[in-house]
């Protein structure tokens, strides 16, 4: 008799536990989730920071949360997850206990291993009460979106020919310079008409600054990525590590010419992850929000052709002969058929130059560094 009351009373008791505790484990729960950063270069560490807060008077015996991240989210080890990984998806738990009115935050450090454009939409929270009598799931809408460029590559480490490139370039802006093309400030340097002073940049800096202007010579800087590995390549990349070369020397070298007060562009002859089915060409503009543009659409890349790169020059020819504007093109490619080769002569008769930078012989030798 004594051991049939005692499994009434606690079975009560579980049934009073669970009712009290688990059935409102959910109420009034706040989760939020945020990244230290939401733009990087692939190679960057990163941090990122749950908070959870129980806003109610009711302890949460407890709360475990779980949410899918891209496979190439290098998490630390213990930074307080159980972590199931997979090829492209891993899936993370964190638990929880709360108190009454009470707010827990948890850092993550991880590495964004590869570029991309990662979106990560939901997160599913689950509770209950100890005994396991009442248990909820409910999903937490986290629409964020994490932009990883592709990682920059030192200077020295790129192909000489470059050096070239970015030579001729440089010379061949030297023309005359546009009044009404203002690129920033500069110090102050003798010759300098009083005109050109930049009053309040002066104050600022507590030394003379003066308007940096652009030329009329700026030559339109062309940075084009064959995502062919081959002549006889077609559709998906076999070798993807030479394509991600490619697109490594193309960030750096948008990087550089447009920190160096040039306009660049961008192109290639691959798909794009917004699904758009027309080749991806930006044209050739200033300033850092414009290189944003750039590394965004390099970021965005997918290792697919989507037409040849004789076809996709052959195009620039037609397009070129509608202007007058003279192109300096850095054609970033693993190889050089003789369909290319009869386009670019093609262009350099119309009075544009072409510089073929090599992937595949320094795949081995390039180092990637952050930003």
Not at 67 to 75: K, L, T, V
Not at 264 to 280: E, K, P, Q, S
Not at 284 to 294: I, N, Q, R, S, V
């Amino acid at each position: 008799m004594e051991l049939l009351w005692l499994v009434v009373v606690g079975s009560l008791i579980m049934v009073l536990h669970g009712v009290w505790f688990g059935r409102p484990v959910l109420r009034n729960l706040k989760y939020s989730r945020q990244f230290s950063k939401m733009r990087c270069y692939a190679g960057d560490e990163l941090e990122m920071i749950e908070t959870i807060s129980n806003e109610k008077r009711i302890s949460v015996p407890w709360l475990r949360l779980e949410a899918m991240m891209p496979a190439s989210f290098i998490f630390r080890t213990g930074s307080g997850m159980d972590i199931s990984q997979g090829n492209i998806y891993q899936n993370h738990k964190s638990i929880f206990t709360l108190k009454p009115y009470n707010r827990i935050t948890r850092t993550h450090p991880f590495v964004c291993s590869k570029r991309g454009i990662y979106r990560m939409d939901t997160a599913t929270m689950t509770g209950g009460d100890l005994f396991g009598v009442w248990r909820s799931t409910k999903p937490i809408p986290v629409e964020m979106s994490m932009i990883v460029y592709p990682s920059l590559v030192s200077i020295e480490d790129m192909p000489a020919i470059y050096q070239v490139w970015q030579g001729e370039v440089e010379v061949s802006r030297w023309i005359v310079e546009d009044p009404f093309l203002i690129l920033g400030v500069r110090p102050y340097g003798a010759g300098d008409p009083m005109n050109r002073i930049h009053w309040k940049a002066s104050a600022r800096t507590g030394e003379l600054q003066v308007y940096k202007q652009g030329w009329t010579a700026d030559p339109q800087s062309w940075i084009i990525v064959n995502i062919q590995e081959s002549a006889d390549m077609w559709s998906v990349v076999t070798r993807p590590e030479l394509i991600e070369q490619a697109l490594r020397f193309a960030a750096t070298a948008a990087t550089d010419a447009i920190g160096r007060g040039l306009p660049a562009g961008f192109a290639h002859n691959g798909y794009r992850a917004d699904g758009g089915r027309d080749v991806l060409r930006i044209e050739p503009d200033y300033g850092t929000p414009h290189l944003e543009m750039l590394l965004e659409a390099m970021a965005e890349t997918e290792l697919k052709c989507l037409v040849p790169m004789e076809q996709f020059l052959q195009d620039e020819v037609k397009w070129s002969e509608e202007e007058q504007q003279v192109r300096s093109y850095l054609l970033i490619t693993s190889y050089v058929s003789a369909a290319m080769e009869y386009e670019i002569m093609r262009l350099q008769e119309q009075g544009h130059r072409v510089t073929i930078l090599p992937v595949e012989q320094l795949k081995r030798k390039t180092e990637a560094v952050g930003a």
